[in-house]
């Protein structure tokens, strides 16, 4: 996305950034015929910001199978920082229970089955969504034509289930089944909380100069530990790659028995990987008892 925040006036003047926006909308309209495209569609150009104060937001998942039915797949929450930063992923919700399941059931079947009409069919979508926490409406706040492909491991090792293998099945015409994270959430099926803790930094220089090595050495080999290694430690973050958000280093899958082992194993990491003590703001339900 292009972000901006400058003023009308500075963006007037910037014709870089207007060729930009204007160069990702063509590719956003590539191949939709002219009479298709509204006369006012205003460009995409930044991420919704999630306001911890007023609402949660998660993530859903589901497939529409070829004869047009929608399957409920899976659910995960985002968890943030107070400051707004994202903390990481967690799988199943914990803010959200699985009597609330009918509710969201009824309200994508109702969204999805707009995109059904339109021949939305034999694949999986994903959406991102608040639930508001004062009056527990449902705001949509995303939606993407694909599985969100980083919860995998986030299925897998709650649920037992492999995201892969079933957009494989769904796209050769095959039925995945319907005992899938959804299902085993609603029904209370025994399962472990796994969480993607996302791993950032906020200054520049060498990736090994950031986060301490060896402890990472500790997490994947004794620990046993997943660890997507966005950047590699002789990696050099300059001012150039640096976001409002910093730059993702690492994105760590911790799994436990409980939320609050996962909570406070997300604690340890975030105490023992960084050289120099990051200060977080967690959120009211992201804390427990050492």
């Known amino acids: 996305a292009v972000v901006s925040t400058q003023s009308t006036g500075a963006y007037r003047e910037d014709t ?3 060729k930009d926006i204007a160069d990702m909308m063509a590719i956003f309209m590539k191949g939709i015929p002219e009479e298709d495209i509204p006369k006012n569609m205003p460009p995409f150009i930044a991420e919704h910001m999630v306001d911890i104060n007023q609402s949660i937001e998660y993530c859903y998942e589901g ?10 797949y899976a659910l995960t929450e ?6 707004h930063s994202a903390l990481g992923y967690l799988t199943p919700p914990m803010t959200v229970k699985p009597d609330m399941a009918a509710k969201l059931e009824a309200w994508v079947d109702e969204y999805m089955g707009e995109f059904v009409k339109l021949g939305y069919l034999n694949q999986f979508f994903n959406l991102e969504f608040w639930i508001m926490n004062d009056t527990k409406e449902i ?10 492909h980083s ?6 090792y709650s649920f037992g289930n492999n995201l892969y293998s ?3 099945v769904l796209a050769k015409g095959g039925d995945p089944g319907n005992d899938n994270p959804w299902k085993k959430w609603k029904e209370g099926t025994d399962h472990k909380w796994t969480l993607i803790v996302l791993i950032t930094g906020g200054k520049t220089g060498v990736v090994s100069d950031i986060l301490d090595y060896d402890y990472v050495k500790v997490l994947e080999e004794d620990e046993g530990i997943l660890i997507r290694h966005c950047k590699q430690k ?9 976001t409002a958000a910093g730059v993702m280093l690492q994105q760590i899958w911790v799994v436990g028995d409980t939320k609050e082992d996962v909570i406070r ?6 105490k023992k990987l960084y050289k120099d003590a990051e200060e977080v703001d967690y959120p009211p339900h992201w804390s427990v008892s050492e």
């Not at 497939?63 to 409920?72: D, L, S």
């Not at 985002?78 to 400051?83: I, P, S």
């Open 151 to 156: 919860y995998h491991y986030n299925y897998l």
């Open 234 to 242: 002789d990696d050099v973050i300059t001012d150039e790659d640096m």
């Open 63 to 72: 497939y529409i199978t070829p004869e047009g039915k929608i399957v409920h």
């Open 16 to 18: 870089v950034l207007q």
């Open 265 to 270: 194993k997300e604690h340890e990491i975030r």
């Open 78 to 83: 985002e968890v943030y920082f107070k400051d």
């Open 166 to 168: 079933d957009n494989l």
């Open 139 to 148: 705001h949509l706040t995303e939606i993407n034509p694909r599985a969100a």
